[in-house]
């Protein structure tokens, strides 16, 4: 069975300091890798995606993400918080079904 | 502009009575899916449909029908709804061709029964 554990709940950060969100799946085979942001009130906007290839993904908003098959983990990563960034981050793995973590909330400080 | 419209965005009803959540899209994706999201748990999916005339269970389908007509539109029924599906529902589509494809999500429908 797929899954992903989001171990970090809550992050607060403060602004221009750098985000790691952790990202740990499960998955029978070769894996598609997704993180999504909701900000509040708004939908899913996807921020990158891994499917094969290189293993350090570039993003949107300036994310990007490292799949480690061996860690079993694709952990979400950016140098430099705004304060735009603050809203809850879903990691999702999985094809025609998508199995997403109970998602991460980023607190941005001034 | 590519997107998956829900209708309706918010909705209140009460216990018992019938409701339809719609799901639009405009890109002539094959695979459609619904998912629910609550507190703590994430996104859940309900329901899916590969293709017209084609659907089948996601992890969390009771209380919840669907159909699938027309490849663009795939309709969420809650036939008898209860207070525990009080949530916030998300439709996706996606091409069946995977490779570098993503799931497109519609804006969101919360819906609460009382």
């Known amino acids: 069975a797929q899954s992903v554990t989001q171990p970090d709940i809550h992050i607060t950060v403060s602004e221009g300091a750098s985000l790691e969100l952790r990202c740990n799946y499960s998955y029978g085979a070769t894996p598609y890798l997704f993180w999504y942001v909701q900000s509040p009130g708004q939908g899913l906007q996807l921020l990158l995606k891994y499917f094969s290839g290189d293993t350090l993904v570039q993003g949107i908003k300036g994310f990007e993400a490292e799949f480690k098959r061996s860690q079993s983990s694709f952990n979400l990563r950016k140098p430099s918080v705004h304060w735009s960034d603050a809203a809850e981050y879903f990691c999702a793995v999985g094809d025609y079904k998508l199995s997403f973590g109970a998602g991460t909330t980023v607190t941005v400080r001034a | 502009e590519a997107q998956v419209t829900q209708n309706p965005r918010y909705l209140i009803t009460v216990t018992g009575k019938k409701l339809t959540v719609t799901c639009s899209q405009n890109?002539?994706?094959?695979?459609m899916s619904w998912y629910r999201q609550d507190p703590g748990l994430g996104l859940r999916q309900i329901y899916y449909?590969?293709?017209?005339?084609?659907?089948d269970k996601g992890d969390v389908p009771e209380g919840y029908k669907v159909s699938r007509k027309e490849k663009r539109n795939f309709p969420l029924i809650l036939e008898s709804p209860s207070p525990n599906q009080t949530s916030l529902y998300f439709c996706?589509?996606?091409?069946?061709?995977?490779?570098?494809?993503?799931?497109?999500f519609g804006q969101g429908t919360r819906l609460t029964v009382v």
């Open positions: 890109m002539n994706h094959e695979y």
């Open positions: 996706a589509s996606r091409s069946s061709g995977l490779m570098n494809t993503e799931a497109f």
């Open positions: 449909s590969m293709n017209v005339e084609v659907t």
